[in-house]
C-alpha cells in the first residue's frame, strides 16, 4: 500500500502542549506526502490552530469519557469514507470509543496511543486488559513512561516505542538572536537579570513556588517572567498578590501565550521550570537549545534530561529553599550560567533533531500498520 491514511483522534477541549505536538504530527504527515485528517471539538483554541496549520478537519465531541458509541459509530463512517489506515489516539479516556469503531466499522486500521502524560494507575482490571489487547502501538516520551506502561498494563514490550519530541534547532539557535532586540520585542528591561518560564497558569506548573523563590533570592537588579496561558484566573491572580504583598510587583512580569518561543528564550538569561510534575518537558530543551542554564524540579521525566550540575540544577518541588541555593548560584556567577548553557546547548541539539525524531515516528506507525494489516489479511 503505497499511501497510509492517517487519522488524529484529539477531541479535547483543552490546549497545551499534549494538544500541539498532535497538531504538528498531524502537519508532519502532510509534510511528507501522506494525508492526515484531524478530529477536535468546535469552538476552541485546539480548533484553531489546526486551521492555522491547514490540516483537513472535522468536528466530533464525546458524549462519554468511556464506550461512547454515538461517537464511535460516527467516527467509524470517517474510518470508511477516509480509508483511514491509521488512528492516532491522545488521550487514554478516549482508546474504548476509538476500539469500538475500528472493532464494527474497519478492522484492518491501526490503533496509536500517543501517550504524552504519565499515568500512576495500575490497569490490570478487565476493562483495561480489554483496551490494551485491542490496540496496536503505544509511542511514549521517556524512558519511566515506558517502564510504567508495560507494568502497569497488559501491552506487550515490543509494542511500545519511546520516541521524544524533535525540535527545529536551527531557529532556537542563540546566535541568530540579538538579545538586546529580543529584549524589546516583549517589553523587558535590557539592564536587569531576566529570570523566565513558560507554561500554562495553573498549580501543576508552579509558577507560585517560582514566585515565592524569586522574592526570598532577592536578586538585585532582576525580574521574573511568566509566559502562558491563563488557565486559573484565581491562581495567576495568587502570584501576583503574592509579589505585591513583599513589594516586588514592578518585578514580576506577566506574557501572554506566544509562539515566538525562541526570541523569548534569548531574551532571558535564566529558565525555571519548577512543575508539580512534568512527564517530558519540551520548553525545557527548548531552554537549552537556546544557550540557557536551567532549573528543574525532579519530576516525571525531568531527570532524564538534566544531569545536576553539568547541564541544569534540579530541585525537590516543596524544598523552595533548595530551589532559592540553586537560584542564587546562577544569579551570581555569569560565567557558572555560561558553562551550564553551553553544556544544555550541547545536548539538546545531539539529541533532539526533529527530522530525525519525526522519521523515528512514523516509521513506527508506518511499520504497525503493515504489520496489522497483513495479520488481519
Known amino acids: 500500500m503505497s499511501t497510509i491514511n492517517y487519522l488524529f483522534f484529539a ?30 471539538a468546535a469552538g476552541t483554541q485546539h480548533e484553531t490552530f489546526v486551521k492555522e496549520m491547514n490540516i483537513p478537519l472535522i468536528n466530533l465531541e464525546m458524549n462519554f469519557k468511556y464506550l461512547d ?34 472493532n464494527f466499522f474497519k478492522r484492518d486500521l491501526a490503533i496509536i496511543f500517543y501517550q504524552q502524560l504519565e499515568s500512576g494507575v495500575n490497569k490490570h482490571d478487565f ?28 501491552i506487550e514490550t515490543e509494542k511500545v516505542k519511546k520516541i521524544q519530541y524533535g525540535l527545529d534547532l536551527t531557529k532556537l539557535n542563540p546566535e541568530l538572536y540579538n538579545k538586546s532586540e ?11 537579570l531576566i529570570i523566565g518560564l513558560v507554561g500554562r497558569i495553573e498549580h501543576t506548573k508552579g509558577q507560585l513556588v517560582a514566585v515565592k523563590a524569586f522574592i526570598k533570592a532577592n536578586i538585585p537588579n532582576s525580574k521574573l517572567v511568566i509566559c502562558g496561558n491563563i488557565a486559573f484566573q484565581s491562581y495567576f491572580d495568587e502570584c501576583f498578590q503574592l509579589a505585591k504583598d513583599n513589594g516586588l510587583e514592578d518585578s514580576l512580569i506577566y506574557i501572554p501565550f506566544t ?15 519548577p512543575s508539580q510534575s512534568e ?26 534530561l538534566i544531569e545536576d550540575g553539568y547541564n541544569g540544577y534540579l530541585f525537590n518541588f516543596f524544598e523552595v ?34 527530522i530525525k525524531q519525526t522519521q523515528s515516528y512514523f516509521e513506527f506507525c508506518d511499520n504497525t500498520f503493515n504489520t496489522r494489516f497483513e495479520t488481519i489479511n
Open 259 to 273: 509562539k515566538d518561543i525562541p526570541e523569548l528564550m534569548n531574551a532571558l538569561d535564566i529558565f525555571v521550570m
Open 279 to 304: 512527564a517530558f518537558g519540551l520548553v525545557l530543551v527548548e531552554a537549552m537549545a537556546s544557550g540557557l542554564p536551567v532549573i528543574s524540579t525532579r519530576s516525571g521525566g525531568v531527570p532524564e
Open 11 to 40: 477531541p479535547m477541549s483543552g490546549f497545551g502542549g499534549l494538544e500541539i505536538q498532535m497538531v504538528k504530527r498531524a502537519s508532519d504527515n502532510l509534510a511528507r506526502g501522506g494525508k492526515s485528517l484531524y478530529i477536535t
Open 69 to 102: 458509541f454515538i461517537t464511535a459509530i460516527k467516527l467509524g463512517k470517517l474510518f470508511r469514507k477516509n480509508q483511514t489506515n491509521v488512528c492516532i489516539v491522545a488521550h487514554s479516556s478516549n482508546l474504548s470509543t476509538v476500539i469500538l469503531a475500528r
Open 321 to 354: 529553599s533548595e530551589f532559592v541555593e540553586k537560584l542564587l548560584m546562577l544569579a551570581n556567577n555569569e560565567d557558572l550560567r555560561k558553562q551550564l548553557g553551553a553544556n544544555g546547548q550541547t545536548f539538546a541539539t545531539e539529541r533532539f533533531d526533529y
Open 182 to 192: 529580543s529584549r524589546d520585542k516583549f517589553n523587558l528591561p535590557n539592564d536587569k
Open 127 to 154: 476493562f483495561h486488559n480489554w483496551i490494551y489487547r485491542n490496540i496496536d502501538g503505544v509511542i511514549v516520551l521517556t524512558d519511566l513512561m515506558q517502564r510504567s506502561i508495560i507494568a502497569k498494563t497488559i
